[in-house]
């Protein structure tokens, strides 16, 4: 209030105070009737309304200047107009009471309202009865303040002065604050304005109005007819198409001029016998008038804001679900949102792939075809399954459960967590929301590394365990003092050895960690010339032949570490007494791939274990030969980064092996 009340004197400068005086002075001067008896009484057009709405614009207390103002211009009046001075301080105080009981009103009735302490328009049926109850109520305190007051100084009856009274202030109330408020929320705030036309156009502006005149035309020339009737009809026309605005002018117009045609013996108003109940028939006339347009408007612009609301409410929801659908849609995790009855309310795709139905839309029917096993496959029963058990209160977290697709039978590990959810009120069912999250490779990669600690644990074990043991015989020995030279060489001899079988372990145990981890760094490779290089540094030329080979798109690092793997094997794995022979060579298989081959004449593979030996730690010749079993476990890794295959096979030419990988053409 505070703010509002000075954006108020903003608006109304206390220069404007003569100009309210003088306006109170005129127009009860020009509405003077000398021919009804009564002082006090005789101004039939409408001015009371201007002191409330000059309250109200100036956001005056009850006890200010404005007061006094007020006392001071009714008083003045009310003596221009006849009256006696006891009566005109009747007049004065009644007119005091009644204007200020009004503002009190309003602003405790209406807050919200601009000029009443808020910032809306009159733009709601319950404000407008609230407003106008405001009004009632304090006209009619002042009506029967000012009969009773009368009659103790005349002892005349009042009771069709009083009704005047009360009618002329009601309507000079109703269509002047009404007006006033209305015309100053659109010209002095921010608020989003409405169309001042409403649902109407110009054209049906200027044809309301032409309706208007040809109304009033029609009712005010057959005096003897009681046709008024028909001026309600243009009322109804503005209130139902027109702004609030409009519909508070076009009421103001017509009721000073329904009181101004009355006033001069002109119209249906004027016909009475007796004139003051032709004023008092007036006056409630423009009262109904402007109740009628007002009621249509605000309850137009009641169900337009709530059509407005409605539409914001529905793009918001629109938009929310718009973010909702994207957020979830993006989730890596699978989410899904199912009822006690087992219907699938809602689902993303992640949650499609997570359960192997990819390709096919995810149905309540296509989840019930999935059964569920603890990891350790013992197969769990329905109460104990994650989705139960949420419905039933209990969230569960990150529990992993096995899946088979029953058409595909593919089996998945998913990690899934259930929330139950509010329930259902309209169904009375129960909810819960499933997160999914496909596990499957960690879960192989989990079992792979703790195979491959298994095996790293053995591995290491076994040459550790013949230093300690060969350290240990050597210390007996020299405790004993009988070490020798040569079985001092033979012992440090045996260490050595299982010094080197370690560290080889150790280095093959480092490149199967990052051959997997390192980031590819593609290139143009020649492998011909990275096969000579890996033949040299082995001494190998006499019984290793390296043909041309095309250019590959490769890690040159990871290249190097394939061939010299397969080539060291080669050289490796050969029967007692017998030579190497060994060939490396390649071409292009088609546009896009180039075919390398490693052959050899060695001991070959077994044919149970062409595929086996790519396996971590399998060896198909453990007992007469050393390894770690991993070299080809990292070759495979490593051609199956650059996209590639790589088999076994036998070498037809006779004994020995061909294996054959494939790598990306350089030029594809």
């Known amino acids: 209030m505070p703010g509002d009340r000075k954006q108020l004197h903003a608006l109304v400068s206390p220069g404007w105070a003569v100009a309210f005086a003088a306006l109170i002075g005129v127009l009860a001067v020009a509405a003077e009737r000398t021919d009804y008896p009564e002082p006090g009484f005789t101004s039939a057009v409408p001015i009371g309304g201007v002191a409330v709405l000059w309250f109200l614009l100036r956001g005056a207390r009850v006890l200010s200047i404005e007061t006094l103002v007020l006392a001071a211009v009714a008083y003045g009046a009310n003596t221009l107009t006849g009256a ?194 032709g004023y008092l028939l007036a006056e409630f006339y423009i009262a109904t008038m402007v109740i009628t347009g007002l009621g249509l408007s605000t309850g137009r612009d009641e169900r337009q804001s709530l059509a407005d609301e409605l539409r914001r409410a529905q793009e918001e929801a629109e938009y929310s679900e718009r973010i909702r659908s994207a957020v979830i849609g993006s989730m890596t995790e699978g989410v899904l949102v199912v009822d006690e009855t087992g219907e699938l309310l809602m689902h993303n795709e992640a949650a499609a792939q997570a359960l192997g139905v990819d390709g096919e839309p995810l149905t309540t029917g296509s989840r019930l075809s999935l059964s569920s096993w603890s990891v350790d496959g013992v197969l769990l029963s329905d109460a104990e399954r994650p989705t139960a058990r949420a419905l039933r209160g209990e969230t569960v977290q990150d529990t992993e459960i096995m899946i088979r697709v029953a058409d595909s039978g593919e089996s998945r590990i998913l990690n899934v967590s259930a929330i139950p959810l509010p329930r259902d009120e309209r169904l009375n069912r129960a909810r819960a929301l499933l997160l999914l999250r496909d596990t499957t490779s960690e879960h192989a990669h989990r079992e792979e590394l703790s195979a491959f600690a298994g095996v790293v644990a053995h591995d290491l074990r076994n040459p550790l365990a013949a230093i300690d043991g060969w350290t240990e015989m050597i210390a007996d020995e020299l405790d004993a003092g009988a070490l020798d030279a040569q079985l001092a060489r033979e012992f440090v001899s045996r260490v050595r050895s299982a010094s080197r079988r370690m560290r080889e372990l150790i280095r093959d145990l480092l490149a199967h960690a990052t051959s997997n981890a390192r980031d590819l760094d593609v290139s143009r490779t020649d492998v011909t010339a990275i096969a000579a290089e890996i033949v040299a540094a082995r001494h190998a030329e006499g019984f290793v032949s390296v043909e041309p080979v095309s250019l590959v798109l490769a890690d040159p690092v990871l290249v190097r570490q394939v061939l010299d793997n397969l080539v060291g094997n080669a050289v490796k794995y050969v029967a007692p007494g017998e030579e190497p022979k060994i060939m490396v060579r390649g071409c292009r298989s088609d546009a896009r791939l180039v075919t390398i081959e490693v052959v050899d004449h060695g001991i070959g593979v077994p044919d149970g274990d062409r595929e086996k030996i790519f396996d971590e730690f399998h060896r198909a010749h453990y007992r007469e030969y050393e390894g770690s079993g991993l070299g080809l476990s990292i070759v495979r890794r490593i051609i199956n980064r650059h996209g590639g295959t790589i088999e076994a096979l036998p070498n037809p030419a006779g004994q020995g092996s061909i294996f054959r990988f494939t790598l990306p053409a350089y030029d594809a």
């Open 84 to 277: 006696e001075p006891q009566q005109a301080g009747v007049f004065t105080a009644t007119t005091v009471v009644q204007t200020l009981l009004a503002v009190v009103l309003l602003r405790a009735w209406c807050p919200q309202i601009w000029g009443c302490g808020g910032e809306r328009a009159l733009d709601r049926p319950r404000a407008l009865a609230r407003f106008g109850a405001a009004l009632v109520i304090a006209m009619a305190v002042g009506a029967i303040l000012t009969s009773v007051g009368i009659t103790a100084l005349t002892g005349d009856d009042t009771t069709m002065a009083g009704l005047l009274w009360f009618g002329r202030n009601l309507c000079s109330a109703c269509i002047i604050v009404t007006f006033g408020l209305l015309l100053g929320q659109r010209l002095r705030t921010d608020l989003p304005r409405r169309p001042l036309l409403g649902d109407g156009t110009w054209a049906e502006l200027v044809a309301m109005a032409a309706f208007t005149v040809a109304m009033y035309v029609v009712a005010f020339s057959f005096e003897d007819l009681p046709i008024a009737f028909p001026l309600l009809a243009a009322t109804v026309w503005c209130g139902l198409r027109f702004s609030t605005v409009f519909s508070a002018g076009h009421s103001l117009v017509i009721g000073l001029a329904t009181l101004g045609l009355t006033m001069v013996q002109i119209g249906p108003f004027a016909s009475v016998d007796r004139l003051e109940f």
